[in-house]
Structures are given as C-alpha cells and as structure tokens.
C-alpha cells in the first residue's frame, strides 16, 4: 500500500528511538557484548529513513545520527570490537545530504557543504553518489553568490574520479545540466564561459565508452544557451 507522508515521518521518529535505545544498550555492555547486530549499515538505514521522510528537520536529524555513530565509536575505540564498525562511510554522508535536500530547509545547501568540510576533516573522499547528493542540494536550495563557484569545485572533484578511472563515477546528462543551471542563475560574469567549457567536455566525455549518457541533449543546450542570454558579457550573442 501507499505509505503517506505522514507514516513517513512518523517512521523514522520510532526508528530514531530504536537506534537511541541500541546504542544505550551498547555503551551499558559493550566490552561483554560480542554481538555484532550493530554497525555502520544500521545507522545507515535510520538516516535513510530521515531523507525519505519529508520532514523539515530530516538532515539535522540525520546528522544527529552521524554524530551518534562518532560518539559511540570514540567511546569504545579500545574494546573488543574496532570502532570502524561504527564510522560513518560515503553512503552515511550522501544519505545525510539527502535528508537536507527533501526537506526543503533554506539553509540545505549550506549545510551540505559543511557535511562536504565534515567528510574532508574525517579523510573521507566524496565519491560520486556524495557528489550528485550535493550538486542536487545546491541546485535546488542554493542560494548564495559562490554558487557557481562550488559548482565548479564539484564538478572538478567528479572529473577527478573520471580522470583516475573510476567506473562508478559515470554522469548522467541531467546531472551536469544541474551544473549549467547553476551557473546561469549566478552572478558570475564569467559563467557563459564555464557553461560552454562543461558543455564541450559533455560532447567529449559521451564519446568515451561508458560515458555516452553523458552526451548533451536538447535540454542541456537549451541551458547553455539561457546561460549565455543572461550572462553580461559583451560576447554573450556572439556565443549563442
């Protein structure tokens, strides 16, 4: 059947309690525990529940949960069990970003990259899940005028991976257009320049074998070209 929003939010309330209990029970008896029904999958799971909710509070309730699994790890760093077990992972921070990105809060895109500068200090590298989670979150709630700028940096960390072979790292049109959307409601002078850059690697990239979903499609033109038609530079008609 349909779960409503509302069995939605509910949902996740009791599955947040569930955790809290869990983990009182852990730090009671941990080093006589050799259980192992707790780890980072779990609370991946409650934080999950949270960006699923709709709830306005859903990422600051999902960072509770990540500063939860940090607690009880440094807790119990030295017990039987390796504290791994319980720190968070790229899954848990783009399930985080997530929960920031559907519940419509102002400040989700500030807040994402604090969760970006939280994994950089953790030596946790964003991969792409995390990096399309963010780009998502700027997109939708951005709304400072370093926009475009922390665009850009996504889209080089994203390039990155490409560039370093990995596989996972594949866009998809939509995700890069989001990226010239960006730009085209920027106040940076220069982001008729940095659409059509995207733009020809876009054409580049598709040409690569398992990039071809990256290939521009009329949509994607189409924002370059509304791109270009704002920007005030003088070649602006030129370009288009």
Known sequence: RTIHLDEQKNASEHVYKLLQGIVNIYKGSYARSQRRDINTFVFNTAIQCFAKSGRLDAGERAEEVIDMMYDLADNHADNHRKPSLFHPNQQTFAFAIDGWVTSGHSAAAKRTLLILDRMNQANLRPNARVLSAAIEAVSRHGQGSNDADVAENLLRQWIELIDQGDRTARPSVQTFTKIINIFARSRDPRKADRAMDLLNYMEKLSTTRGYEKVAP??????????????????????RA
Not at 229 to 234: E, N
């Open 217 to 238: 499609n009329t949509i994607a033109y189409n924002s370059v070209v509304n791109c270009i038609g704002k920007s005030k530079g003088d070649g602006s008609a030129r």
